[in-house]
């Protein structure tokens, strides 16, 4: 096992790093369609759905979602996906407008590969704990003291971290990219120590991995998946890499998002144990809908304790305004995303 990085705590919810955002004021036109304080019923959340998109038609924009969303920001969305397909998608997409529904990385990658369109972001504070986890001056430090390394970077890093790298990776790719390279090759593999540690015992490699960490992930316990297992015994578990190597060796289907949902897909007889965030089971249950599916932790014993707050932070409302007014939108300094588009060309080309 490689020798570990910077060592420290997994970063909460808390103060979120905004580096490259250039516009982060929230948006200030008072003409909401609807009161934010009120819940939002069926019907005016349809309303809702409908104003936003008569705006893309208007504007030529695109709404990109990831898996983690709340299902009514995927099922307004012109394309769900993860991380790797998000960043497909962006580099393909002729609109004028992209909206990304994610976090701040994912906005910001989308900008980094198309500079010369508008992309907003519909809550500037959706940041990432595992972003948070690699600050561009640590990872400078680390490799200053580990010279002659290949750095490879998890997509879940901010621009500045990405300016440092060789190669972007996400789970979707990270093993496959990092086999093309040669086996003596030395890397430095951050910030996501999961899913590194599950790259070395894959490959036979000895990357120094940093020491980060989603706080998502880091919930999955392997005690409670051992008894859904003793109550499902017939059930397939998933887990994501960014899981424990103890909640991975009880996996049967390890991986991305993406290869869990085509794993359903393709089995949709099954019942699964699913060990990631829970926004990805409304995609599951929208292609699978005679499958069950059961979160972990179970719905209803730690309700809410499987969901990522930062992707909840996007909202029908808060998409509809930021199409509204243009506003907020993402902007990268000229030095860092000259460098950090580089390593992210790079993945696109070997993925
Ligand atoms: S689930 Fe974890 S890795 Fe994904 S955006 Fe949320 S904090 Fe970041």
């Known amino acids: 096992m490689g020798v570990t990085g910077r060592i420290g705590p997994i970063s909460k919810i808390g103060p979120i790093s905004l580096i490259g955002l250039m516009t982060p004021s929230p948006p200030s036109s008072p003409r909401l369609p609807h009161n934010p304080k009120n819940p939002i019923t069926q019907n005016n959340m349809s309303q809702l759905q409908q104003d936003i998109r008569q705006l893309c038609q208007k504007k030529d924009a695109v709404i990109m979602a990831h898996y983690y969303t709340r299902p009514e920001i995927q099922d307004t969305a012109d394309f769900i996906g993860d991380s790797l397909a998000l960043a497909r998608r962006a580099a393909e997409t002729s609109a004028k407008i992209i909206v ?22 519909p809550d500037p504070a959706a940041g990432c704990s595992l972003a948070d986890s690699c600050k561009a001056d640590d990872l400078r430090k680390f490799k200053a003291e580990h010279p002659g390394h290949t750095v490879i970077s998890y997509v879940n890093t901010t621009a500045a971290v990405k300016a440092l790298t060789d190669i972007v990776v996400t789970s979707g790719n990270a093993e496959r990219i990092v086999r093309q390279l040669p086996q003596d090759e030395k890397i430095i593999f951050g910030p996501d120590q999961n899913l590194g540690r599950y790259i070395n015992e894959a490959t036979g490699r000895n990357m120094l991995l940093w020491q980060g960490g989603c706080h998502v992930h880091a919930r999955f316990n392997a005690g409670v998946i051992a008894r859904m297992k003793a109550q499902h015994p017939d059930a397939i578990t998933m887990a994501h890499l960014e ?57 209803g014993a730690d309700a809410g304790c499987n969901e990522c707050e ?9 998409l509809y305004r930021c199409l509204r007014d243009e506003s907020p939108a993402i902007e990268v300094p000229e030095d860092i995303a000259r460098e950090a588009v580089k390593p992210i060309r790079r993945m696109l080309e070997m993925s």
């Open 243 to 299: 899981c424990s190597a103890e909640v991975l060796a009880l996996a049967d289907v390890k991986g991305s998002t993406a290869v869990m949902l085509k794993y359903a897909q393709e089995h949709p007889s099954a019942t699964y144990i699913v060990a990631t965030e829970a926004g990805i089971l409304h995609e599951m249950r929208r292609h699978c809908p005679q499958t069950t599916f059961l979160p972990v932790p179970p719905e």
């Open 100 to 121: 990304m529904c994610g976090v701040h990385f994912m906005a910001e990658t989308c900008k980094l590969l198309c500079p010369d369109r508008t992309v907003l972001c």
């Open 310 to 318: 930062y992707m909840r932070l996007n909202t029908l409302e808060k």
